[in-house]
């Protein structure tokens, strides 16, 4: 069923949405959950969270693409457990290194201003990674939207490790540079 049509079911209120949703995009939930979590129950719980989400917010939202809709709900919900999980104690694994390694050039948000300030960040992350090129954008969503490994990188694009660690260690570079070029405090 192409996604305009789900997306109507959910208008409509219709509960078939969420098994066609579930058919068509249960695989890439559960990926990027299990990405996140690395637990089968946590994934599978994030992901029927998802569905949850998106029948809550359409309406009045109507997603352009579903997919990244989906997307974004697993991925905030996975987060959310998974700093649930280790608030008492911080894991390893490529979530917690990710998000280290992007500390040093994106800002965390401690205030209410810097909550409200948020979209405009993500206005100048969006203009940053569109003048990347096409491959230092790939590998930089693959490692800090997905969490994906280096060596995970380095195998799906053909690079060598030190190649992507040098890539994403650049682009980290740059985009501290232009975060600061554009008055954002790090």
Same mark, same amino acid.
């Given at each position: 069923?192409?996604?305009?049509?789900?997306?109507?079911? *959910?208008?409509?209120?219709? /509960?078939?949405?969420?098994?066609?949703?579930?058919?068509? #995009?249960?695989? *890439?939930?559960? &990926?990027?959950?299990?990405?996140?979590?690395?637990?089968?129950?946590? %994934?599978?719980?994030?992901?029927?969270?998802? @569905?949850?989400?998106?029948?809550?917010?359409?309406?009045?939202?109507?997603?352009?693409?579903?997919?990244?809709?989906?997307?974004?709900?697993?991925?905030?919900?996975?987060?959310?457990?998974?700093? &649930?999980?280790? %608030?008492?104690?911080?894991? &390893?694994? /490529?979530? %917690?290194?990710?998000?280290?390694?992007?500390?040093?050039?994106?800002?965390?948000?401690?205030?209410?201003?810097? #909550?409200?300030?948020?979209? /405009?960040?993500?206005?100048?992350?969006?203009?940053?990674?569109?003048?990347?090129?096409?491959?230092?954008?790939?590998?930089?969503?693959?490692? @800090?939207? #997905?969490?994906?490994?280096?060596?995970?990188?380095? /195998?799906?694009?053909?690079?060598?490790?030190?190649?992507?660690?040098?890539?994403?260690?650049?682009?980290?570079?740059?985009?501290?540079? @232009?975060?600061?070029?554009?008055?954002?405090?790090?």
């Amino acid at each position: 069923m192409e996604d305009v049509a789900i997306v109507e079911l *959910y208008w409509q209120r219709q /509960e078939r949405a969420i098994a066609e949703t579930k058919t068509k #995009y249960d695989a *890439y939930c559960n &990926a990027i959950a299990w990405r996140i979590l690395n637990d089968a129950l946590d %994934a599978e719980e994030c992901v029927n969270d998802t @569905y949850l989400g998106a029948w809550n917010a359409m309406p009045p939202h109507r997603p352009t693409s579903l997919r990244t809709f989906l997307g974004k709900i697993t991925r905030n919900l996975s987060l959310k457990r998974w700093r &649930a999980r280790s %608030a008492a104690k911080r894991g &390893a694994g /490529e979530v %917690a290194l990710s998000l280290d390694e992007l500390e040093e050039c994106v800002p965390t948000a401690d205030s209410a201003q810097e #909550y409200l300030e948020a979209a /405009e960040l993500a206005r100048m992350l969006d203009t940053f990674l569109g003048g990347l090129s096409a491959d230092d954008r790939r590998m930089f969503v693959c490692r @800090y939207w #997905y969490f994906d490994s280096v060596a995970e990188i380095s /195998e799906r694009f053909g690079f060598s490790l030190s190649k992507v660690k040098m890539s994403l260690k650049r682009t980290r570079d740059k985009l501290a540079n @232009y975060l600061e070029q554009e008055g954002v405090n790090l």
